[in-house]
């Protein structure tokens, strides 16, 4: 729901609503959300993309395992500015466990349900963080099917949680010790596996629209990076408050249009054009209700500026 500050317009002259985006604009602010096969690491799968789509700079929100397959969101050229934010996101994951000896099934479900809540894990040896213990968030846990030895489940995480070792923890409760057999990524975020495409889709794609100027199918694997903000609070500015943000000024209240009504003091927002295009990732420094009844004041310091400098023109300047 929005609270609306002053009703403004916008111009056609300038920017692209995300979705009428050129495939030249959408390439520099677009995300590809990848179906990561087993065997390559998340690195490699990024500089195939790159590759495949001639961009200049890509990058991923969140390192799967070589051995791992599922979501992995890819951001193009000026959307790499959201990597830290999606980092983020909380995760959802499907893994096949492996006990070490024979368990009672309800001993196994008991034992995976108190592994729910807040955790303390140690990175495993083979991990690009310091082997210190940190606390995590598991938000559930949900056993799909047990096998024998085998335990097939669902859990939802806090970004950073180690599933490996999660497995390996909850082995040495139930006293038999265990392993992580398989693991795949099923959302990030509120990105979801349905989403997902193959390497070979974007190939395919991406020489249609080279070959034949058919620019669907590219659509359809490239989205807006705008798509990825679901999750995120956001505030909606006028054209003319565009270009100063680009510039280096912060957002006052003067520029904005409307607010989320959720949107609270020191929350992450993203401030967006009238058109739905992303300029800039900011701390809220105000409540929504003062934002829109304030009349001066920084209302958001801004943290990254994604939007290229003039695609809006600098009616700052204008004025005397």
């Known amino acids: 729901m929005w609270i609306v500050r002053e009703e403004a317009e916008t111009s056609p002259e300038h920017g692209y609503y995300p979705h009428e985006r050129p495939v030249e604009e959408l390439l520099k602010y677009g995300a590809v959300i990848v179906d990561k096969p087993r065997g390559p690491t998340s690195h490699q799968v990024v500089a195939w993309l790159k590759d495949i789509l001639e961009v200049r700079k890509a990058g991923q929100t969140g390192t799967l395992d ?75 846990i949900e056993v799909l099917e047990i096998e024998g030895r085998y335990v097939l489940f669902r859990v939802r995480c806090e970004a950073g949680t180690y599933i490996r070792k999660l497995c390996v923890d909850m082995g040495r409760a139930m006293g038999v010790n265990a392993h992580l057999q398989e693991l795949r990524r099923t959302a990030v975020g509120s990105i979801t596996e349905d989403k997902a495409c193959y390497l070979q889709d974007v190939v395919d794609a991406y020489a249609i629209w080279k070959e034949e100027g058919k620019d669907a199918k590219l659509r359809e694997v490239v989205l807006p990076v705008e798509y ?8 909606l500015v006028k054209d003319s408050a565009i270009s100063a943000i680009c510039y280096g000024a912060q957002l006052h209240v003067g520029g904005i249009s409307k607010v989320e009504k959720s949107v609270k003091k020191g929350d992450v927002v993203a401030i967006l054009s009238l058109k739905g295009e992303l300029v800039a990732l900011g701390r809220a420094e105000m409540n929504a209700e003062e934002m829109a009844g304030r009349r001066s004041g920084v209302a958001c310091t801004i943290n990254r500026v994604v939007m290229e400098k003039g695609v809006y023109p600098k009616l700052w300047k204008k004025k005397k």
């Open 66 to 140: 070589p051995n791992a397959t599922g979501v992995l969101v890819i951001l193009l050229n000026h959307a790499t500015k959201l990597t830290q934010l999606l980092a983020r996101s909380d995760k959802e994951y499907v893994a096949l466990m492996k006990l070490h000896g024979d368990v009672e099934e309800s001993r196994i479900r008991e034992v995976m349900k108190n592994f729910e809540g807040t955790i303390t894990q140690v990175p495993p040896l083979r991990s690009a963080v310091a082997r210190k213990p940190r606390k995590r968030k598991i938000y559930s």
């Open 228 to 235: 990825l903000l679901k999750d995120v609070k956001k505030v």
